[in-house]
């Protein structure tokens, strides 16, 4: 009984932790695992920092929202299956919701007010994701060698782009690992080496998932050729989006508007208003799916072609996810890989750091009082150590000065 009641506050935790998190994550996937690693290496101390860049470089390796895939894995981590679940839920629901109701014609973003609190809320993101990259060099670029690896990074990310240039930087920061952070130089100089990770996921469970991933992935396409029904074409083209993407994010609109605007689902004006509206909510851009379920009119209810779409688009990454961690707990325990994730530990902090630059910082920091409110923020978090929430309220009230006066 003491076990069920434990359980039980350890998912409603997880709930209420990312329920805030989908109502004030803005930003991008980017900004999201800066948001992440402040509420949950920092703040909650569920995993250290090298666990947590482990688990963030084995997402950018999967197809799906990479932001998601860490939250549900962060919800797994902490309250096994149901707390998955939980985390999955709180987080993508409010943006969902919002978006349905943008397709419906009950919400609406405009007015100087609405505008310059959304754009207190993205400068909030650059102080975020700032503080979560000077936090993370300092505990995984500790040395010249990873610091290294770090700067190589960011120039495989700017010259090459896009999830290519992030995989690409992953791989090249795990080679550097090998070559020159073997655990015989590093076993004795404080360096952070991950501990091993409990997912709650069976070997049995792992391949259920793997199975699944894979037959919908064949046979969906193949249900929808010859039933011709709107409903499993509409599953099969969501479901394809989110199984053939990497890195999530906007990665994924050339895809969805090639099934869903080309195919005359949705028209191209309805298609980048939905686009602009999934800009000005906090949480996953795969979001946009809901927009765009209860648009398409697939089923007689809105809402039921929102869930669907939602499902759907979100269910490959995290049954690829499910099917991998097993195997991804004795693979780090290699004594080899040790010094492989040592790399790729410092190649994701330079990812990060190529990405507050581009797109986070150049698409907000427009100006001297988007920088002074920035800095006001990271200095908040690094210096004062406020919790991400107050900062993120007291940016979005600054925004909507900014824009008022």
Not at 49 to 67: K, N
Not at 302 to 320: T, V
Request: glycine letters at 12%.
């Amino acid at each position: 009984m003491r076990d069920a009641r434990h359980s039980i506050e350890r998912i409603k935790e997880v709930f209420f932790a990312f329920l805030v998190l989908g109502l004030t994550s803005f930003g991008g996937p980017i900004a999201h695992l800066g948001y992440f690693r402040a509420e949950f290496v920092t703040r909650r101390r569920w995993l250290s920092e090298a666990d947590y860049a482990d688990l963030v470089a084995l997402c950018q390796f999967l197809p799906g929202p990479a932001s998601s895939q860490v939250g549900f894995a962060l919800g797994l981590l902490r309250g096994g299956g149901w707390g998955a679940a939980a985390a999955w839920t709180a987080f993508t629901l409010p943006s969902a919701l919002v978006l349905v109701l943008f397709a419906s014609g009950v919400a609406s973003f405009d007015g100087p007010v609405s505008e310059g609190l959304l754009h207190g809320l993205k400068v909030a993101a650059v102080a975020i994701v700032a503080h979560a990259v000077w936090g993370m060099a300092h505990k995984l670029c500790p040395d010249q060698r990873r610091a290294g690896i770090a700067l190589a990074a960011v120039l495989i990310v700017v010259l090459i782009g896009g999830p290519a240039g992030m995989i690409a930087a992953i791989l090249a920061g795990a080679v550097g690992g090998m070559l020159l952070c073997r655990d015989s130089a590093y076993r004795d100089q404080g360096d952070p080496v991950s501990r091993d990770l409990h997912f709650p996921v069976s070997r049995h469970a792992a391949r259920i998932a793997a199975v699944c991933f894979i037959t919908l992935l064949i046979g969906l396409p193949g249900l929808a050729w010859v039933s011709s029904s709107p409903v499993l074409s509409m599953a099969d083209a969501f479901y394809r989006a989110g199984a053939l993407v990497f890195g999530g994010g906007h990665v994924v609109l050339p895809l969805l508007e090639s099934e869903v605007v080309q195919s005359g689902w949705v028209t191209p004006d309805s298609f980048l208003a939905g686009y602009g509206a999934a800009q000005a909510v906090p949480g996953p851009l795969f979001t946009f799916a809901a927009y765009l379920g209860a648009e398409m009119g697939a089923l007689s209810v809105p809402l039921l072609g929102a869930a669907l779409a939602l499902i759907m688009i979100f269910l490959p990454g995290l049954s690829l996810l499910v099917a991998v961690l097993p195997h991804w707990n004795g693979f780090r325990r290699l004594e080899r890989v040790q010094s492989l994730m040592r790399g790729a530990n410092a190649a994701v902090v330079g990812i990060l750091g190529a990405a507050l630059y581009q797109p986070v910082w150049t698409s907000v920091v427009v100006g001297p009082h988007e920088f002074a409110l920035a800095l006001v923020g990271f200095l908040l978090l690094s210096v004062w150590k406020w919790p991400a929430w107050a900062v993120v309220a007291i940016l979005a009230l600054g925004g909507i000065v900014i824009t008022l006066s």
